[in-house]
């Protein structure tokens, strides 16, 4: 720290102005989920005519994701620390609701299926914590693709009135031509009737329900990643506006200390300011004890007899001492009065 970075005793400097990105991210990431929701809400009939699809898959998707929700907490332990963090916890509550819902089979046996797999997918243990509410995770994400390709699936095969998930013929079976075989020729997997699809009466345009569909979990997936980003962002405002009320100097080195790549890893993210407050004050004691340990350490060595050499332990003892303080030149006059 040079005398640049210095202020004079009790000076107090103002927390920087507060920046808006990640607030501006957060309403864009909950404006995109809301609608990829809307998209994956609605479906085209045989007349052309906007319907719905129902609230059935809504309900189940809603009921995932508040019970994913409350054991992504429990598990955590962390509530909202501001009305920042509650919107974006809801936007994400809702987010999951409107993929889960749009991703689920119609109906059908293997629906309870897919049910128990989201469930465990979006509940299980993360490898670190979500202050800003319940999130997915890329992979969850892309299982979650996964089902809804499967869901357009069936939706193809009922649009082609194929009332199965696939038709496999016997090799062997299926080459002789005898009427009394026509029912063993093939195997039919996955049965099911229009009313589980959920078609409207007058059917349903599959090009263009699938192209809303597709559309819808594109913008709530993007949504959500988005607003994971903007959720961690904020909470690194928070730190940063919290060490900035610091003097310059002091702010710096705390920065230098404990770095802003490390804040989410060390459990800063989702505290309230008085526990960050005091978690800082551990870290920073903590580390500058551990320099001045080392620092010690470097002055007892005899770096000066290895960094003239050229092998490994001169290496190392070069790269050791640059972390020593250079010696303090004696003046002219200084070395006379002497």
């Given at each position: 720290?040079?005398?640049?970075?210095?202020v004079r005793?009790?000076?107090?400097?103002a927390?920087?102005?507060?920046?808006?990105?990640?607030?501006?991210?957060?309403?864009?990431?909950?404006?995109?989920?809301g609608?990829?929701?809307?998209l994956?809400?609605?479906?085209?009939d045989?007349?052309?005519?906007?319907?719905?699809?129902?609230?059935?898959?809504?309900?189940?998707g809603?009921?995932?994701?508040?019970?994913?929700?409350?054991?992504?907490?429990?598990?955590?332990g962390?509530?909202?620390?501001?009305?920042?963090a509650?919107?974006?916890?809801?936007?994400?509550?809702l987010?999951?609701s409107?993929?889960?819902a749009?991703?689920?089979a119609?109906g059908?046996?293997?629906?309870?299926f897919?049910v128990?797999?989201l469930?465990?997918?979006?509940?299980?243990?993360?490898?670190?914590?979500?202050?800003?509410?319940?999130?997915?995770?890329?992979?969850t994400?892309?299982?979650?693709?996964?089902?809804l390709?499967f869901?357009?699936w069936?939706?193809?095969?009922?649009?082609?009135?194929?009332?199965?998930?696939?038709?496999?013929?016997?090799p062997?079976?299926?080459w002789?031509d005898?009427?009394w075989?026509?029912?063993?020729?093939t195997v039919?997997?996955?049965?099911?009737?229009?009313?589980?699809?959920?078609?409207?009466p007058?059917g349903?345009?599959?090009?263009?329900?699938?192209?809303?569909?597709?559309?819808?979990?594109?913008?709530?997936?993007?949504?959500?990643?988005?607003?994971?980003r903007?959720?961690?962002?904020?909470q690194?405002?928070?730190?940063?506006?919290?060490?900035?009320?610091?003097?310059?100097?002091?702010?710096?080195?705390?920065?230098?200390?404990?770095?802003?790549?490390e804040?989410?890893a060390?459990?800063?993210?989702?505290?309230?300011?008085?526990?960050?407050?005091?978690?800082?004050?551990?870290?920073?004691?903590?580390?500058?004890?551990?320099?001045q340990?080392?620092?010690?350490?470097?002055l007892?060595?005899?770096?000066?007899?290895?960094?003239?050499?050229?092998?490994f332990?001169?290496?190392?003892?070069?790269?050791?001492?640059?972390g020593?303080p250079?010696?303090?030149?004696?003046?002219?006059?200084?070395?006379t009065?002497?």
């Open positions: 720290m040079t005398r640049a970075d210095l005793p009790g000076a107090r400097r927390a920087p102005a507060a920046t808006r990105h990640a607030e501006l991210h957060l309403a864009l990431a909950c404006l995109m989920i609608l990829g929701g809307l994956l809400g609605l479906q085209v045989g007349n052309g005519d906007l319907v719905g699809t129902g609230f059935t898959a809504l309900g189940v809603a009921l995932v994701a508040l019970a994913a929700s409350l054991v992504q907490a429990g598990v955590a962390r509530l909202p620390t501001d009305w920042i509650g919107f974006s916890a809801a936007c994400g509550f987010g999951m409107f993929c889960v749009g991703v689920l119609p059908g046996s293997w629906m309870f897919e128990l797999l469930f465990w997918l979006l509940a299980r243990r993360r490898a670190r914590v979500q202050p800003g509410g319940p999130e997915i995770t890329g992979g994400l892309i299982a979650m693709g996964l089902m390709v869901r357009l069936i939706t193809w095969q009922g649009s082609e009135h194929r009332w199965q998930v696939m038709s496999i013929e016997l062997i079976l299926s002789i005898v009427p075989l026509e029912a063993v020729r039919e997997l996955g049965s099911f009737t229009p009313h589980e699809l959920g078609f409207p007058s349903l345009d599959f090009p263009v329900s699938m192209t809303l569909w597709a559309a819808g979990f594109a913008l709530a997936a993007t949504g959500l990643w988005m607003r994971n903007a959720s961690r962002d904020h690194d405002d928070r730190i940063h506006a919290l060490i900035h009320t610091l003097p310059p100097g002091p702010a710096a080195l705390v920065e230098r200390l404990v770095p802003e790549d804040w989410e060390l459990g800063l993210h989702g505290l309230s300011l008085r526990k960050i407050a005091k978690r800082l004050e551990a870290l920073v004691a903590e580390r500058m004890q551990r320099y340990d080392v620092r010690s350490s470097l007892r060595s005899p770096l000066a007899e290895l960094t003239a050499q050229e092998d332990a001169g290496d190392i003892s070069r790269a050791l001492s640059r020593l250079e010696p303090t030149p004696v003046e002219p006059d200084q070395e009065e002497r």
